[in-house]
């Protein structure tokens, strides 16, 4: 593969990516509604990415957006299992960037789970950034920082989110949206937000960006913005996110999974928003992974069978 792309021009940098994997050796099975999901397979698609992204040989980096194994893990294999599917990642040819899913944390503790999988953090948080090139930075966000997962049940976090989700959603089962109407629908228990000292980092690290002319890319497992996604999978507090990054014109793009059909959408202030297509519900064979070349005026996501190519153009 040469360097130099269709447009003819050469990307600033390109980058590895996949989402949910979701792997557990245990029998495919299906979603809560209906969707086949290929709990062993998932893994053979990673692998298939890994061994495309090095065979690129160009890629500067892979991202992982959540969600490496599944919640029907069994728990006595939990630990093993993630040490497996993050060694497959180690097999790239290059730095990995994970972030957190909800499956992560039904199967290992935040302590556990983010030394596993390097994840920069303090106080078991799980965001950070990091900038690739002088006028990009990438933004990699904790979804999962006010949930009722993945936290001890007396933590003040875990706290939180019980009586935010009590507010929100009446059900006994606060997975089910029965009831809620459109957006409501995202008040469930596998969702979460972003709290806000996240918040107040966010804000600055898009101030920093912008004083040094950086254009930034954000990572989220879960989606921020309604047009890419179902609401049931949106993040909790989607819309506080998206005024601190409508504070800032830096921000072009945000990337995410969670939802498994994938989405794209661009929002009313231009900021494109493309969820992946899961790893875990590939058929046998069939493979959902990817690599994003980024420029200065866009960023193309070439995709791999099920994920579907986009190419995502803004103002440089
Ligand atoms: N429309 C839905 C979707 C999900 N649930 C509940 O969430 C659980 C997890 O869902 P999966 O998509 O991962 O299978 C599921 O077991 C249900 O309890 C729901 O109630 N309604
Ligand atoms: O990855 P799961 O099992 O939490 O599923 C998330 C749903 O697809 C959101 O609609």
Same mark, same amino acid.
């Given at each position: 593969?040469?360097?130099?792309?269709?447009?003819?021009?050469?990307?600033?940098?390109?980058? +590895?990516?996949?989402?949910?994997?979701?792997?557990?050796?245990?029998?495919? +099975?299906?979603?809560?509604?209906?969707?086949?999901?290929?709990?062993?397979?998932?893994?053979?698609?990673?692998?298939?990415?890994?061994?495309?992204?090095?065979?690129?040989? $160009?890629?500067?980096?892979?991202?992982?957006?959540?969600?490496?194994?599944?919640?029907?893990?069994?728990?006595?294999?939990?630990?093993?299992?993630?040490?497996?599917?993050?060694?497959?990642?180690?097999?790239? $040819?290059?730095?990995?960037?994970?972030?957190?899913?909800?499956?992560?944390?039904?199967? #290992?503790?935040?302590?556990?789970?983010?030394?596993? #999988?390097?994840?920069?953090?303090?106080?078991?948080?799980? @965001?950070?950034?990091?900038?690739?090139?002088?006028?990009?930075?990438?933004?990699?966000?904790?979804? @999962?920082?006010?949930? %009722?997962?993945?936290?001890?049940?007396?933590?003040?976090?875990?706290?939180?989110?019980?009586?935010?989700?009590?507010?929100?959603?009446?059900?006994?089962?606060?997975?089910?949206? %029965?009831?809620?109407?459109?957006?409501?629908?995202?008040?469930?228990?596998?969702?979460?937000?972003?709290?806000?000292?996240?918040?107040?980092?966010?804000?600055?690290? #898009?101030?920093?960006?912008?004083? #040094?002319?950086?254009?930034?890319?954000?990572?989220?497992?879960?989606?921020?913005?309604?047009?890419?996604?179902?609401?049931?999978?949106?993040?909790?507090?989607? $819309?506080? %996110?998206?005024?601190?990054?409508? /504070?800032?014109?830096?921000?072009?793009?945000?990337?995410?999974?969670?939802?498994?059909?994938?989405?794209?959408?661009?929002?009313?202030?231009?900021?494109?928003?493309?969820?992946?297509?899961?790893?875990?519900?590939?058929?046998?064979?069939?493979?959902?992974?990817?690599?994003?070349?980024?420029?200065?005026?866009?960023?193309?996501?070439?995709?791999?069978?099920?994920? /579907?190519?986009?190419?995502?153009?803004?103002?440089?």
């Amino acid at each position: 593969m040469g360097l130099i792309t269709a447009q003819g021009k050469q990307p600033l940098f390109p980058f +590895g990516v996949i989402s949910d994997v979701q792997y557990a050796d245990i029998p495919d +099975g299906r979603s809560f509604l209906g969707v086949p999901r290929y709990y062993r397979h998932s893994v053979l698609v990673l692998e298939r990415a890994v061994q495309k992204w090095n065979s690129l040989q $160009n890629l500067s980096f892979a991202v992982n957006f959540g969600d490496i194994v599944d919640g029907f893990c069994p728990k006595d294999q939990s630990l093993n299992a993630v040490k497996m599917v993050a060694s497959k990642f180690e097999e790239f $040819n290059g730095p990995v960037y994970h972030m957190i899913g909800n499956h992560c944390l039904y199967n #290992l503790s935040r302590e556990t789970l983010l030394p596993l #999988l390097k994840i920069p953090s303090h106080d078991c948080s799980a @965001y950070y950034d990091f900038s690739p090139t002088p006028g990009y930075r990438l933004v990699v966000l904790d979804g @999962y920082d006010i949930s %009722v997962i993945g936290w001890p049940q007396d933590h003040p976090k875990s706290m939180e989110a019980v009586r935010f989700l009590k507010e929100k959603n009446p059900n006994l089962d606060k997975n089910s949206p %029965v009831g809620l109407s459109d957006l409501e629908r995202r008040f469930l228990m596998f969702n979460g937000a972003i709290g806000r000292e996240q918040l107040e980092w966010l804000d600055q690290v #898009l101030q920093n960006a912008t004083d #040094l002319k950086q254009k930034v890319i954000i990572c989220c497992h879960l989606p921020l913005d309604p047009g890419a996604t179902t609401p049931e999978a949106l993040l909790w507090n989607y $819309n506080e %996110v998206m005024d601190v990054i409508r /504070k800032y014109k830096c921000v072009k793009v945000c990337l995410g999974g969670h939802e498994h059909r994938g989405g794209y959408s661009v929002d009313s202030h231009g900021v494109h928003h493309r969820i992946f297509e899961a790893a875990l519900e590939c058929p046998p064979s069939s493979d959902a992974f990817g690599y994003v070349d980024v420029y200065d005026d866009r960023i193309s996501l070439v995709g791999t069978d099920r994920m /579907k190519s986009t190419d995502m153009v803004f103002d440089s």
